[in-house]
């Protein structure tokens, strides 16, 4: 049996467990694996692709991003931004069946986010045969309990309010920590819990900037003349709006609350405040040992999926054990942070403020 695998959309730490995983299954099962260069863009005429074999694996768990090269930038992009569904080119469907049919590929790993398995199960519809596997940092796709890449975004996090914070104590200021979140705070709940934030700003609590100013001078007034603040990126400013840099259609690239929350407060409080923006500081580096481990295991299930021809389905992580869901019901829902979750709890409980107790 010959097997394809691809990684399609951004990069993260644990691609290349995935594929270390597939790779080191499929030997097992005297199965060979044909990687597809640059995403989906690998299967159309002129695309490249290589025979992967365990020797070709070794080492790559710890190294960040994909050998394999990915783009969220090519002919296969069904979903733009988070609602605009495009369909694709029937020639773009009659180029990856001729592909597949030429390298006698009997089944097709996709490795990626909500919009590429959007479009791989556009292909599985279309007759392809097709596996999923969840990745992204956010930990946002609801089928799923956690995704590769997520531990490392943010042990990142971690590390930087880490850093931060002498700083911070050195110069009594208010620190701004912007993070990747477009519409979950999961990135920025758990790194300011586990980092010591004083105050994270997520997408799902709506917050006040009276009420942030309020705790940065309730701690003043305690003792403490610094501050940190975590902000996801997709944070809803309290007049409603979100900051975005640019919107290409209706995909929008969201970026620059951490200085307009920096700015407010800096005017409200008469702190000195300083803004950091980690971007893709969150998806470059070294993956962690759980995601290296996580990312193996979700490579292992994905070739017994398709030793088992259970095709249309996407490797799934819940209750500590790795299984698989159809990919149907995996598109398009989004797990998002519960304003009174167990997480939420925890971070109030120790004194976090989420920008909106009195």
């Given at each position: 049996?010959?097997?394809?695998?691809?990684?399609?959309?951004?990069?993260?730490?644990?691609?290349?467990?995935?594929?270390?995983?597939?790779?080191?299954?499929?030997?097992?099962?005297?199965?060979?694996?044909?990687?597809?260069?640059?995403?989906?863009?690998?299967?159309?005429?002129?695309?490249?692709?290589?025979?992967?074999?365990?020797?070709?694996?070794?080492?790559?768990?710890?190294?960040?991003?994909?050998?394999?090269?990915?783009?969220?930038?090519?002919?296969?992009?069904?979903?733009?931004?988070?609602?605009?569904?495009?369909?694709?080119?029937?020639?773009?469907?009659?180029?990856?069946?001729?592909?597949?049919?030429?390298?006698?590929?009997?089944?097709?790993?996709?490795?990626?986010?909500?919009?590429?398995?959007?479009?791989?199960?556009?292909?599985?519809?279309?007759?392809?045969?097709?596996?999923?596997?969840?990745?992204?940092?956010?930990?946002?796709?609801?089928?799923?309990?956690?995704?590769?890449?997520?531990?490392?975004?943010?042990?990142?996090?971690?590390?930087?309010?880490?850093?931060?914070?002498t700083t911070a104590v050195s110069h009594k200021r208010v620190m701004v920590v912007e993070v990747m979140g477009r519409?979950?705070?999961?990135?920025?709940?758990?790194?300011?819990?586990?980092?010591?934030?004083?105050?994270?700003?997520?997408?799902?609590?709506?917050?006040?900037?009276?009420?942030?100013?309020?705790?940065?001078?309730?701690?003043?007034?305690?003792?403490?003349?610094?501050?940190?603040?975590?902000?996801?990126?997709?944070?809803?400013?309290?007049?409603?709006?979100?900051?975005?840099?640019?919107?290409?259609?209706?995909?929008?690239?969201?970026?620059?609350?951490?200085?307009?929350?920096?700015?407010?407060?800096?005017?409200?409080?008469?702190?000195?405040?300083?803004?950091?923006?980690?971007?893709?500081?969150?998806?470059?580096?070294?993956?962690?040992?759980?995601?290296?481990?996580?990312?193996?295991?979700?490579?292992?299930?994905?070739?017994?999926?398709?030793?088992?021809?259970?095709?249309?389905?996407?490797?799934?992580?819940?209750?500590?054990?790795?299984?698989?869901?159809?990919?149907?019901?995996?598109?398009?829902?989004?797990?998002?942070?519960?304003?009174?979750?167990?997480?939420?709890?925890?971070?109030?409980?120790?004194?976090?403020?989420?920008?909106?107790?009195?």
């Amino acid at each position: 049996m010959r097997i394809g695998i691809l990684n399609s959309g951004g990069d993260c730490p644990g691609l290349n467990a995935v594929i270390h995983g597939v790779v080191g299954a499929a030997s097992k099962l005297n199965m060979e694996v044909v990687g597809f260069r640059d995403g989906f863009e690998g299967l159309l005429d002129g695309g490249e692709h290589v025979i992967l074999n365990p020797i070709d694996t070794i080492g790559i768990m710890k190294l960040g991003g994909t050998i394999l090269g990915t783009t969220n930038k090519n002919h296969f992009v069904k979903k733009v931004g988070v609602e605009d569904i495009k369909d694709i080119a029937q020639t773009l469907v009659t180029e990856t069946k001729a592909t597949m049919k030429e390298l006698e590929i009997e089944a097709l790993i996709v490795v990626g986010g909500d919009g590429t398995l959007s479009t791989a199960l556009h292909l599985y519809n279309e007759g392809i045969p097709v596996i999923g596997v969840p990745k992204t940092i956010d930990n946002d796709l609801q089928a799923t309990a956690m995704t590769f890449g997520f531990d490392s975004a943010v042990s990142c996090v971690v590390d930087a309010l880490d850093r931060l914070h002498t700083t911070a104590v050195s110069h009594k200021r208010v620190m701004v920590v912007e993070v990747m979140g477009r519409s979950a705070g999961w990135i920025a709940l758990w790194g300011g819990v586990a980092g010591g934030a004083n105050i994270v700003l997520i997408p799902e609590i709506e917050f006040d900037f009276e009420k942030v100013a309020k705790k940065i001078k309730e701690r003043e007034e305690k003792g403490f003349y610094s501050t940190m603040i975590v902000v996801a990126e997709g944070a809803h400013l309290p007049e409603g709006d979100q900051i975005t840099k640019s919107t290409v259609g209706k995909s929008v690239r969201f970026g620059g609350i951490g200085e307009v929350v920096a700015e407010r407060i800096a005017k409200m409080t008469g702190k000195e405040t300083r803004a950091c923006t980690l971007g893709h500081l969150q998806r470059g580096g070294e993956p962690t040992s759980l995601d290296r481990i996580l990312g193996a295991r979700f490579g292992v299930k994905a070739i017994e999926l398709a030793k088992e021809k259970q095709f249309g389905r996407m490797v799934s992580y819940q209750s500590y054990q790795v299984s698989s869901v159809t990919i149907a019901k995996a598109v398009h829902q989004l797990r998002t942070v519960d304003p009174h979750g167990e997480v939420v709890t925890t971070a109030r409980a120790i004194g976090i403020s989420m920008g909106d107790e009195d």
